[in-house]
Each structure stands twice: as C-alpha cells, then as structure tokens.
C-alpha cells in the first residue's frame, strides 16, 4: 500500500521560505512522476508543481513560477518543495501526489494516484 506523507508546512512571514517534504513508501519510488498541489479554504485544489520520475522534467504553475522548486531524491524516496518568495496567497493546505502511469509529470489531478494527508502552510503579511 503508497503512503505519502508530508511534513514541513507551518507559518511564514511574506517574502520568507519554507521547504516541504514528502516521504513515500510502499511502492517502487523511481517509476513515478510526482506532484504538489495545494489546496485554500473554500477553493478548488490547484496544481503547483511536478517531476518526473528522475527529475529531468519539472512543470510549474504559472503563480508560483520562479519562486518555487520541485526536486527529488530517488534513494531517499523522497520529493520536495523549496517556496521562497512566500505571498498571502501561498496559504493553503499542500499535498503531494504520486503518478505511477509512466506519463510525463502533469498538471491535472486526474493523473495522480496516490496522494498524502496535506500539511499546512500559511503566510502572513
């Protein structure tokens, strides 16, 4: 069975960083692409960023592009999201997904498998 657990999420300032990991297990970790999406209060779940499975192809949505970094280590089985630059806006609960299609790293909920509990991150003003 994939479990998919966050950590990392909490309280920042505007213009701060927080770094947000994923630990997976129960599955080959290697043979997927891996996502992050996030999540406001009373809003639909939106697509943040993506990798594939080797880290070679990464995808960002266009609201954090330039601020946020999605990487991976594959012996750890673990996926990250580096946020700096951190907005209001960034608030949100933020789950990682994973997608074991084989398919390039996608922005669409649609395609992930697996996904974790969600961890919290809210950034004030």
């Known amino acids: 069975q994939v479990q998919l657990v966050e950590s990392g999420g909490g309280s920042a300032q505007a213009g701060g960083s927080l770094r947000l990991s994923c630990a997976a297990s129960g599955r080959t970790f290697s043979n997927c692409a891996m996502g992050w999406f996030r999540q406001a209060p009373g809003k639909e779940r939106k697509f943040v960023a993506a990798v594939s499975w080797n880290g070679g192809r990464t995808v960002y949505g266009d609201s954090v592009k330039g601020r946020f970094t999605i990487s991976r280590d594959n012996p750890k089985n673990a996926v990250y999201l580096q946020m700096n630059s951190l907005k209001p806006e960034d608030t949100a609960v933020y789950y990682c997904?994973?997608?074991?299609?084989?398919?390039?790293?996608?922005?669409?909920?649609?395609?992930?498998?697996?996904w974790g509990q969600g961890t919290q991150v809210t950034v004030s003003s």
């Open positions: 997904a994973g997608d074991w299609s084989t398919a390039p790293p996608s922005p669409l909920i649609s395609e992930y498998d697996y």
